[in-house]
């Protein structure tokens, strides 16, 4: 069984900045993409960035430029800096890993705020 467990989500005014990090543990032997989705009210889930094994990075037109994805694969840790955030980043932001395998796991979400 895999976990993944994320941290980091908050209120903040628009402009500000937050740090997402995504920790997976368990039965982990091979990670071929870990990755950020969001959820708004009354919108279908939505890939904001994603990272394979080897370090190749795939962002949401809406977030380029704004947010970075980046992971520790000693940890099997994902971690995503969002800068200057605006109200329409609101939503509850989930993990997810996929294995070499092809099995997926979502993290239990974190909610993000903006402000404006």
């Known amino acids: 069984q895999v976990q993944l467990v994320e941290s980091g989500g908050g209120l903040v005014q628009a402009g500000g900045s937050l740090r997402l990090s995504c920790a997976g543990s368990?039965?982990?032997?091979?990670?071929?993409?870990m990755g950020w989705y969001r959820q708004a009210p009354g919108k279908q889930r939505e890939l904001v960035a994603d990272i394979t094994s080897g370090g190749s990075t795939n962002y949401a037109d809406s977030v380029k430029g704004r947010f970075t994805i980046s992971r520790d694969n000693a940890k099997n840790t994902v971690y995503l800096q969002m800068n200057s955030l605006k109200p329409e980043d609101t939503a509850v932001y989930y993990c997810?890993?996929?294995?070499?395998?092809?099995?997926?796991?979502w993290g239990q979400g974190t909610q993000v705020t903006v402000s404006s």
């Open positions: 368990g039965s982990i032997f091979s990670i071929r993409v």
């Open positions: 997810n890993l996929v294995t070499g395998r092809s099995r997926s796991y």
